[in-house]
């Protein structure tokens, strides 16, 4: 079965580079990199980011997406990607649809249906949505005027927001980078605070999948301190951004800011509830979730387990979250040794939010790691057949 591990290994050796070197030039421990190369540890996707820049090449050279093979339903999937990158690099010119727009009240239940599949991580019915809607939006947003083109950039700002999420997700890195920053351009066309936050709380993710970890704090701190109001809206906007500094502090070693920031968004949390700001889903659910992500990042399986059987109830979260939560969770009992733990929390995921999981590098990873434990059970065989693993 081949992971990250055995890819790292062939372009390692095409490059004529020796494990020492490579560990070197990634930052690296030369005994983390032969466990990853072997398969009996899973790589990190901040060890992932800091192998793709050593060997320069992207991150989905390694983590081998988009998985085309992953399932018979991929085509419908991966289909739409070409029209949606070139709506992303077209976005600025106003290209009249061959069906006239339709009034904002028919689109915005349009948007609204493709929300909750975006929340719901169905990539199979999202994907064929998204192109027409980009392309309709695009032309009122740039043709129209007053409320009209401020209620078109608003709609416009969400979609691109599923595309950035559906890029992400299967991996095709260069429309999940477009998607942010066309985003940004209708936060900054419309002059809302919090929209701007948002969207910088997006452009953060490209700079940590890069390493540009620096960039990417100081990006955020700049967001919190740009907004000034008090409301619940703003409180749980700055929650946001604190949950993301988290993580990209973690990613960068930065161990007591990591939790630091956390600590902060669970203050928070406790004071708005669960909201939806701007579709970033935030509360005591999405802070204990991003406790759990933090330590698994630090390698902390213990601190990652306990901070999630803190919580006794479910979690309020989408399936999108939920799903990630899980594989997450996942990662953590890995880290300490419990391989069963391990699997039952991917099937979790799974029956959470099956196309996602499938299309997750950290899935993968993580079966591979797990089936290097040991003699493999027919549950675990079934799971990476699943997954579409050999």
């Known amino acids: 079965m081949q992971g990250v591990g055995s890819r790292v290994s062939a372009l390692r050796?095409?490059?004529?580079?020796?494990?020492?070197?490579?560990?070197?030039?990634?930052?690296?421990?030369?005994?983390?990199?032969?466990k990853i190369e072997s398969g009996h540890k899973p790589a990190t996707p901040a060890v992932i980011g800091a192998l793709a820049r050593a060997l320069r090449v992207e991150v989905p050279r390694l983590t081998g997406q988009p998985y085309e093979a992953a399932s018979a339903t991929s085509a419908q999937i991966y289909e739409p990607i070409s029209a949606l990158r070139q709506l992303l690099l077209a976005f600025d010119i106003a290209i009249e649809p061959a069906v006239p727009p339709?009034?904002?009240e028919e689109i915005t239940r349009d948007v609204d249906a493709m929300a909750g599949l975006r929340r719901a991580a169905n990539f199979r019915k999202l994907a064929p949505v998204l192109p027409p809607l980009v392309e309709e939006l695009r032309f009122?947003?740039?043709?129209?005027?007053?409320?009209?083109?401020?209620?078109?950039?608003?709609?416009?700002?969400?979609?691109?927001y599923a595309v950035e999420c559906l890029g992400s997700g299967v991996g095709y890195?260069?429309?999940y980078y477009l998607a942010i920053e066309r985003m940004a351009w209708c936060a900054?066309?419309?002059?809302d605070p919090l929209l701007i936050a948002a969207a910088r709380w997006g452009r953060a993710g490209p700079l940590m999948r890069e390493g540009a970890y620096e960039a990417g704090l100081r990006l955020l701190a700049h967001a919190r301190d740009s907004l000034e109001e008090a409301d619940d809206a703003t409180l749980a906007m700055t929650g946001s951004?604190?949950?993301?500094?988290?993580?990209?502090?973690?990613?960068?070693?930065?161990?007591?800011?990591?939790w630091t920031h956390i600590a902060e968004a669970q203050d928070l949390a406790a004071r708005t509830g669960e909201t939806d700001v701007y579709d970033l889903a935030f509360g005591p659910s999405n802070a204990l979730s991003y406790?759990?992500?933090v330590g698994v990042d630090l390698g902390d399986g213990v601190r990652a387990v306990e901070a999630a059987e803190a919580h006794t109830g479910p979690l309020d979260l989408a399936p999108e979250l939920l799903g990630c939560h899980f594989i997450d969770l996942a990662r953590a009992h890995l880290l300490l040794g419990d391989r069963a733990a391990a699997l039952q929390c991917l099937q979790q995921a799974r029956r959470t939010s099956p196309q996602q999981t499938?299309?997750?590098?950290?899935?993968?990873?993580?079966?591979?790691?797990?089936?290097?434990g040991g003699r493999g059970s027919e549950e675990l065989r079934s799971f990476a057949e699943w997954l579409g693993l050999d």
Not at 13 to 34: F, K, P
Not at 188 to 191: I, K, V, Y
């Open 13 to 34: 050796t095409a490059r004529d580079m020796t494990q020492h070197a490579l560990a070197r030039s990634a930052n690296i421990s030369y005994s983390l990199l032969t």
């Open 102 to 104: 339709r009034p904002l």
């Open 140 to 160: 009122l947003a740039l043709t129209a005027e007053g409320p009209v083109r401020d209620a078109s950039l608003r709609l416009l700002a969400e979609v691109y």
């Open 173 to 175: 890195q260069d429309v």
């Open 188 to 191: 900054q066309q419309l002059g």
């Open 241 to 258: 951004l604190h949950l993301r500094e988290a993580l990209l502090a973690s990613r960068d070693g930065r161990i007591d800011d990591a």
């Open 291 to 293: 406790a759990v992500s």
């Open 358 to 372: 499938r299309h997750h590098p950290q899935s993968r990873e993580t079966v591979l790691a797990i089936a290097q």
